[in-house]
């Protein structure tokens, strides 16, 4: 157990459909990342947000927003959902959100879009 | 931006040798380097990581090293078992950006 955590563990929805996926960060790390694994892209990183700001932006469409609050956990929303988007979706966190700072991942959402 | 090219994709040993997984990565400015365990539908677990000041890097039975002038990086599992069978993901971050640049994974069967 990584000490970060993530709800819901499954999700399923349809097209066109909004949902959120929430992570909270191990106890005293600031920074929160976003990831999603599909089968054909692997693991990429979607956004970074350190002690409620952002940090660092990667391939996050503009249908998918996130923020981070002041308790530290985070939410990514996704809207307009499309068959595409089914994937897993990882959080992780980090104490300050440095380059060379470890990251420990939560268990993952599974979202499956129909 | 950074891409990290990991090698080879599917990996097949008897239990008991040796298994190594290649990396490659392109920008210059990287300095971490994590490797990370996947198990089916599991989250991805850290295994060994290096930071660029050092060249190699141990813990029991899994090794990594570093070469910074040649910009790649080797993951090296001896004695594997079959509890070691899974996914394992190179990935490099560094100055020019926060966030882990992962490879696209190797799939690592270790049989009895």
């Known amino acids: 157990d990584s000490g970060v955590t993530q709800t819901p563990k499954h999700l399923i929805t349809a097209t066109g459909q909004r949902v959120t996926l929430r992570c909270s960060p191990r106890?005293?790390?600031?920074?929160v990342y976003w990831y999603q694994q599909s089968l054909d892209q692997g693991l990429q990183f979607l956004i970074q947000?350190?002690?409620?700001?952002?940090?660092a932006k990667g391939n996050i469409l503009e249908r998918f927003s996130a923020q981070q609050f002041p308790d530290l956990h985070s939410e990514l929303n996704l809207s307009s959902l499309e068959l595409g988007d089914s994937a897993l979706y990882f959080c992780?966190?980090?104490?300050?959100?440095?380059?060379?700072?470890?990251?420990?991942f939560g268990p993952g959402t599974r979202l499956t879009v129909l | 931006g950074e891409n990290v090219e990991q090698h080879p994709s599917t990996l097949s040993v008897q239990e008991g040798d040796s298994a190594v997984i290649k990396c490659t990565y392109s920008?210059?400015?990287?300095?971490?380097f994590p490797w990370y365990k996947q198990e089916l539908g599991k989250r991805p677990q850290l295994i060994i990581d290096?930071?660029?000041?050092?060249g190699e890097k141990k813990d029991q039975r899994i090794a990594v090293t570093l070469n910074k002038t040649a910009k790649h990086f080797s993951l090296h599992i001896t004695e594997t078992q079959p509890e070691d069978s899974a996914v394992y993901f190179c990935?490099?971050?560094?100055?020019?950006?926060?966030?882990?640049?992962f490879g696209k994974g190797t799939s690592l069967l270790v049989t009895p």
């Open positions: 992780a966190s980090s104490v300050y959100g440095g380059s060379t700072d470890t990251q420990y």
């Open positions: 106890s005293g790390d600031l920074s």
């Open positions: 947000y350190y002690n409620g700001e952002e940090r």
């Open positions: 920008d210059s400015a990287s300095n971490y």
């Open positions: 290096i930071r660029s000041n050092v």
């Open positions: 990935a490099a971050s560094g100055d020019s950006g926060y966030a882990l640049n």
